[in-house]
């Protein structure tokens, strides 16, 4: 039994013709988000956790000032724990001691 002409696929030609054409299949999204939610997390840390200097945050453990561009979120009950980028579960801190905590379960507001 053929397949009628009409329903048949037209051969391939050209430079790819030997490879599947298919979509990328990425996005510019992980666990944490978009880059637009990070950037809109990043502006409400920013807000909330305000301190006595214009445009700038303490991180939480040292007290040290972060700008926009020095901040980084941490996240109170950690990710291996079930944590999400929570407005509940994240507070500023900056990117030495972020990175010295690693997955452990700091004291909510610690310091």
Not at 27 to 43: A, C, F, I, P, T
Request: proline letters at 5%; a positive charge.
């Amino acid at each position: 039994m053929s397949i009628p002409p009409r329903y048949a696929k037209a051969p391939k030609r050209g430079r790819y013709a030997s490879y599947e054409v298919s979509t990328r299949g990425t996005s510019n999204s992980n666990e944490r988000g978009s880059s637009y939610g990070r950037r809109r997390r990043r502006d409400w840390v920013m807000k909330v956790y305000a301190s006595d200097v214009a445009n700038h945050v303490r991180c939480y453990r040292c007290g040290d000032l972060l700008s926009h561009d020095t901040l980084t979120i941490d996240r109170i009950k950690p990710g291996c724990r079930g944590g999400k980028y929570v407005r509940a579960n994240i507070r500023p801190c900056c990117g030495k001691c972020n990175s010295s905590t690693g997955a452990a379960l700091a004291e909510r507001g610690g310091g």
